[in-house]
């Protein structure tokens, strides 16, 4: 569970960074 909550955590940011550079 602790593995599955880091993983989205960083899939989080991740995920947002990707679609503002796709936006851009």
């Known amino acids: 569970m ?3 909550a880091t ?3 960083k899939l989080r940011p ?3 960074n990707t679609v503002a ?3 851009k």
């Open 2 to 4: 602790a593995r599955q």
């Open 7 to 9: 993983s989205s955590q």
């Open 14 to 16: 991740n995920f947002q």
């Open 21 to 23: 550079g796709r936006q």
